[in-house]
């Protein structure tokens, strides 16, 4: 994942508000980003960047090598579904759905075949600990399990990428910290390249690399190879 | 995302739906019913109007006094056989009747195969002690087994040696009276007693005797006068030189002209073609309905997608950022609306039968109208794909919109 001079500037009538400007980065395949800096900073729209979910006004963005800008929805919407697995604050199931349909979801989306995603769903909720949960509705399930059902529905089509905005946000700090185990268990046990965006500088050192950003651009890029220690 | 896939899933959004949005589909309730309505009752009439156009056939004329400037409306009597048709008679003194004159200018003329002569009037008939009062038809008993379209349930048609004898309607045989009268029973027409040989195969109380008899049983008839003469006409295909030689005969024989005519030549074939106006208005009426229903059930099923779309903007979002295609929201929603005005037509299917069932019932007065309405497999696929088409059709921009929904804006929509 490479990002070249991007510029996001958000239009709002008359008034332009630069929300990254001229950000370059460049997110090796393998490693754990915690993105940190203050509120409004440009944390959320790079990570959209990141997503292929927005374009850049100005700048490329590369994932998997390919400029994204080039790519119309149909091939963004395979690209994101093929390699990026989503993880938001406000965990953002489907409320009709049970946390079994809300993970079998995406691999519809993939076309997988009926029984290879009922399998694919089931085991991984049993891996998050929620075999007992699966037909439970989000309605049903605390904060800190709802976002276990969105930790397995990014994890279901099994992608290289895994995109979270803030996935401790919502919760308190046991249930935060058992969901950034997860994460890092992901990263060292499967490989998976975790970019992460986070307040709490405690959490950000769970990760390899930390990016700062502050007024839209990048301040720091520090790494910390004693993590993969822990 | 697969197509059946795309269904189930607007299965699901149409079953979670909120109740408020199923109220939107009376408008294509309404609609189908009237689809339903038309379509069956069409189908009933020409049904009817089939039988009974082979039954009266193109070569019958009626000939019957009074002549109407108006319309060209022509109404059955009630019940009576023979096509009896009689112009809305103009009001005027003197009792206007036929004669035998006119029936020695109607035998003049060499394309006419048979006449028919009528006398109508209302009698008192009683059978085993009980009484009751029903109209009577004398007809010319040679000719008139040839000429009617009355069929036989049971017995016979009038002969030519018949006297004392009757044939009567379905009704005033089965229940008419306490008991059912059969075949050469006896029954008392006035204080004569009469015969029953024949009964018709129709539900009126109508009896029908040899003219003869007739003008003794019905008191103010006298010999000679007649209510109408119902001909059949040799050769079909030359019906309206026949019938414009009727009318110059008759008017010579009458001593009257165009202008002060006093009576009226109709045949089954006009009869039908003023049916079939009367049934095209009736049609229209309901097509207006129908069309403007559906309007108002598109419109409305548009204005439930659109609140879908916007309710679910979220979860549209959620799901083109887990890989959901432009066309997959796309289909989801046209499914949907599509699955919405199917429930619609289903409804009012149901409805429309119910109601074309009630339609004969409400036309019954209409003689014009009369034929039982067919709720066919036609009509009911009809009006499935008309509903069908116009829940997708009304889907159509709303699953447009909600598929151009830009993920970031969607997901950030609260
Ligand atoms: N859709 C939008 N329209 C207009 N302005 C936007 C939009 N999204 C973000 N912005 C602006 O861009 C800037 C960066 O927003 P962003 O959401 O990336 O911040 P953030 O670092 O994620 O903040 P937070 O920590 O509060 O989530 C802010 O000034 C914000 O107001
Ligand atoms: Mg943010």
Redesign the pocket.
């Known amino acids: 994942m490479k990002m070249h001079d991007v510029w996001?500037i958000?239009?709002?009538g008359e008034v332009e508000?630069p929300?990254?400007r001229g950000v370059s980065v460049e997110i090796k395949k393998g490693d754990f980003v915690a993105i940190i800096?203050?509120?409004?900073?440009?944390?959320?729209?790079?990570?959209?960047l990141i997503g292929c979910l927005d374009v850049p006004s100005r700048g490329s963005v590369y994932l998997k090598s390919q400029d994204i800008s080039k790519l119309d929805e149909s091939d963004l919407a395979s690209l994101r579904g093929k390699t990026i697995g989503f993880i938001f604050q406000q965990y953002n199931l489907i409320p009709s759905m049970s946390a079994f349909e809300n993970v079998v979801l995406p691999l519809e989306f993939l076309e997988y075949d009926d029984r290879e995603a009922a399998n694919r769903a089931r085991e991984i909720l049993i891996s998050v600990g929620l075999g007992d949960k699966m037909h439970h509705r989000p309605a049903q399930l605390s904060g800190g399990q709802q976002q276990r059902v969105s930790i397995a529905r990014s994890l279901a089509g099994d992608p290289e990428i895994i995109l979270a905005?803030?996935p401790t946000g919502a919760l308190d700090s046991v249930a935060g910290i058992e969901v950034l185990n997860m994460l890092h268990r992901l990263w060292k046990e499967q490989g998976k390249t975790i970019i992460m965006?986070t307040?709490n500088l405690n959490l950000a050192k769970y990760a390899h690399t930390t990016i700062e950003?502050k007024d839209?651009q990048i301040t720091r890029i520090s790494e910390n190879d004693e993590v993969n220690k822990k | 995302m697969k197509l059946e896939k795309c269904f189930m899933h607007a299965f699901n959004m149409a079953l979670h739906s909120k109740l408020r949005s199923w109220l939107t589909i009376l408008g294509i309730v309404i609609g189908v019913a009237a689809v339903i309505a038309i379509i069956s009752m069409g189908e009933g009439m020409q049904q009817s109007m089939t039988a009974q156009l082979s039954g009266l056939g193109g070569d019958i004329v009626t000939i019957s006094p009074g002549f109407s400037r108006g319309t060209g409306m022509f109404v059955m009597r009630g019940g009576g056989g023979e096509g009896g048709f009689s112009g809305g008679a103009q009001a005027t003194d003197k009792e206007i009747v036929l004669s035998r004159s006119d029936l020695q200018a109607l035998k003049g003329i060499p394309d006419i195969a048979l006449i028919d002569t009528n006398i109508r009037g209302s009698v008192e008939v009683s059978y085993r002690g009980k009484t009751g009062k029903v109209s009577l038809t004398g007809v010319d008993q040679r000719v008139w087994s040839q000429i009617t379209t009355n069929k036989i349930k049971s017995g016979r048609m009038l002969d030519s040696a018949d006297q004392n004898v009757v044939v009567i309607g379905g009704r005033l045989a089965s229940s008419y009276f306490d008991q059912p009268i059969g075949i050469n029973k006896m029954i008392t027409i006035e204080g004569s007693a009469f015969r029953v040989v024949g009964i018709v195969d129709d539900q009126s109380t109508n009896i029908y005797m040899p003219i003869q008899m007739a003008y003794q049983v019905i008191e103010d008839k006298k010999n000679g006068i007649y209510d109408s003469f119902v001909v059949k006409i040799k050769n079909e295909d030359q019906l309206d030189e026949v019938i414009a030689k009727i009318e110059s005969k008759l008017m010579v024989a009458r001593h009257v002209t165009q202008k002060d005519r006093d009576f009226s030549v109709s045949s089954s074939r006009q009869f039908q073609q003023t049916r079939a106006e009367a049934l095209s208005s009736l049609n229209a009426f309901l097509v207006a309905i129908a069309a403007v229903s559906l309007i108002v059930g598109a419109v409305g099923i548009a204005n439930t997608m659109f609140t879908s779309v916007l309710e679910k903007t979220k979860e549209i979002g959620i799901m083109k950022a887990i890989g959901a295609r432009n066309p997959d929201i796309l289909l989801i929603f046209l499914f949907n609306a599509g699955f919405i005005g199917l429930v619609g037509g289903v409804i009012g299917i149901i409805l429309g039968t119910i109601l074309s069932g009630f339609m004969p019932a409400l036309m019954g007065n209409l003689p014009l109208m009369r034929g039982t309405a067919i709720v066919s497999l036609n009509s009911i696929i009809m009006a499935l794909s008309v509903s069908i088409t116009v829940g997708v059709l009304a889907g159509i921009i709303p699953a447009y919109q909600a598929s151009k929904l830009k993920p970031?804006?969607a997901l950030?929509y609260e």
Do not use: C, I, P, Q
């Open positions: 996001k958000y239009r709002m508000v929300a990254l800096g203050a509120s409004g900073s440009g944390k959320s729209t790079m990570m959209n905005d803030e965006v307040h950003l839209g | 970031v804006d950030r």
